[in-house]
């Protein structure tokens, strides 16, 4: 099975950025958020970067761009370039197919999410380098890696399940993205609309946000597991052999 996972991970590697149509247009994609949130922020913010859950935004927007572009390939490129017939009729176990193509996914935004993270920390040491190196406090250190990692996988997830039924990779890059931007744009309108709707929607919001910072990650690890583990497990049953074959 370890094998098996490994030569789908090896394969799909070769083209990771296909879906982006071309290697300067998938490095631009990469570069941008990168400079933006790993660099210009924490040159605007200085040492106040490392210390307060601004760097979480890192955790949610770079792999929601590196993922979001490059899972849809998993299926929906394989069947748009009718290599998916000859991938299903191979000797490798459906699971090693499903794990390895979501694997990489995860894998790719995981590890760029970090390195952006090692970055602005580099960035905030050179400018405002004061004699000793300044780094995130553990247990936001933490918290960045773990809520990257799970965000990571639940987008793989959801891109892989989309891209299961997906006739193009373009269509299921678009659908991704959608679904993934209602949310986010939900829980920017969300403080608006409990500051204007809800009488005491002033004292709710200051309640949230007087949250300590643990107990805030504690419950976006823990929904964001959930999520991981439903959508997963959705992906796990739509994925039919013989159906695919067909599709």
Avoid: C
């Amino acid at each position: 099975m370890t094998a098996d996972l490994l030569t789908v991970l090896w394969k799909d590697s070769r083209g990771l950025f296909r879906v982006q149509g071309s290697r300067s247009r998938a490095l631009l994609t990469i570069l941008v958020p990168v400079i933006m949130i790993g660099i210009v922020l924490p040159l605007q913010m200085g040492e106040d970067w490392l210390t307060t859950a601004w760097p979480l935004m890192a955790s949610i927007v770079i792999p929601l761009i590196t993922v979001g572009t490059s899972i849809p390939e998993a299926f929906a490129g394989e069947r748009e370039r009718h290599t998916l017939p000859t991938l299903l009729a191979s000797r490798l176990p459906d699971r090693a197919i499903l794990f390895g193509k979501w694997a990489l996914g995860v894998g790719y935004g995981w590890l760029m999410t970090l390195a952006t993270l090692l970055v602005s920390a580099a960035v905030v040491n050179i400018v405002y380098w004061d004699g000793q190196i300044a780094f995130y406090r553990a247990d936001m250190a933490l918290a960045h890696v773990v809520i990257s990692l799970l965000f990571a996988g639940f987008v793989a997830s959801l891109g892989v399940l989309i891209s299961l039924r997906a006739s193009t990779a373009q269509g299921a890059q678009q659908a991704l993205i959608s679904a993934l931007l209602i949310p986010l744009m939900v829980l920017q309108i969300g403080p608006m609309l409990l500051l204007s709707v809800i009488p005491n929607g002033r004292d709710i919001l200051s309640q949230i946000t007087s949250l300590n910072f643990t107990h805030v990650a504690l419950i976006t690890a823990g929904v964001l597991l959930l999520l991981n583990a439903g959508v997963l497990l959705a992906a796990m049953a739509r994925f039919k052999r013989a159906r695919l074959i067909l599709s």
